[in-house]
């Protein structure tokens, strides 16, 4: 068994200050924002991973089904020599893939921007993959795609519908900036999530168990931890809705008083009007003609799409044209 590489290109300083700019950018804007990235601490970790097995959240359990009866499929459609694993985590479901794959691949490269996640993730897959070399890249999918290595033909999975966290311009930027760190036949693996009913797709992210509501409210905490914030949690309160025009879920806080944050290491005081709502993420959700005409127009070549029987999730395989 080779031991596993880990390459860092973001530190945990970067990182917070990274938080400190997307803080004082969407807490002053006129309708406030934080972006998703910031729900993931050591606690919105674990509470995300409880929520996947919640009975509301299909996302998950579709997609691992899909991948278990579609790895084979996308193993011979793609023939990589090396697996891309964008926002990769504890790289549960790519095990599918990789046991699929075993026949081209040398390489996997899982890239969070967890260190811990990696590191755990890396050890595990090269204890249960022995004949494969792992490399561990530990940055930023969106803003650094240069930092992949090469190494024979390639594909790139980006799983778990992450890709709907993106505004349409942000999906754009991104579909582009991978098909161009692609040669011509390398290959993306996407995982989305298909529009479906409101009255399914709502639940999904708003449980009646109230875990989706601690996972958004914990973003508050990490800001507090983080940065010398004081939000006190129980003055705001976990909205979900289905926005029809942008065909995307939204995630939001509202407040349920009027109030006054401080924020000590920005130096900054941030007021809440009672009913005030702070965006803490969107995720898209998508037609298949929709997303295959985004991948064209990014510069892929679409080869295969499977959905599940309810057409709520589906994974696509596209080569670089």
Partial sequence: MSTPILEIFL????????????ARSGLTAQAKWLAPVWFYDARGSELFEQIT???EYYPTRTERA????????????????????????????????????????????????????????AKAISAEFPGIDVIG???????SLHHLPSGGRRAVAFLGGTLGNLIPGERAEFLAGVAEVLGQSESLILGVGLVTDPAVLVP????????????????????????????PLEAFRHVALWDAE????????????????????????????AGEQLRTEISAKF???????????????LQKVWTDADQRFALLCAERA
């Fill in 66 to 121: 899909l991948l278990a009866e579609c790895a084979g499929e996308i193993a011979s459609l793609t023939t990589p020599k090396m697996l891309i694993e964008l926002g990769s985590g504890s790289s549960e479901k790519t095990r599918l893939l990789l046991e699929a794959m075993s026949d081209s691949l040398h390489t996997y490269v899982p890239q969070d921007v967890s260190v811990t996640a990696l590191e755990g993730a």
């Fill in 204 to 231: 999904a992210y708003d449980d009646s168990a109230g875990v989706t509501a601690q996972f958004n409210l914990n973003v508050l905490s990490v800001l507090n931890k983080q940065l010398g914030a004081n939000f």
């Fill in 246 to 273: 942008n065909q995307w879920i939204e995630m939001r806080l509202e407040a349920l008083r009027d109030l006054s944050v401080r924020i000590e290491d920005l130096d900054l005081d941030i007021t809440f009007a």
């Fill in 11 to 22: 530190t945990p300083d970067d990182l917070v200050e990274q938080l400190r700019s997307d």
């Fill in 287 to 301: 037609t298949v003609d929709g997303i295959t005409a985004e991948l064209e127009a990014a510069g892929f070549r």
């Fill in 137 to 143: 890249v530990v940055s930023d999918f969106t803003g």
């Fill in 53 to 55: 097995e919640l009975p």
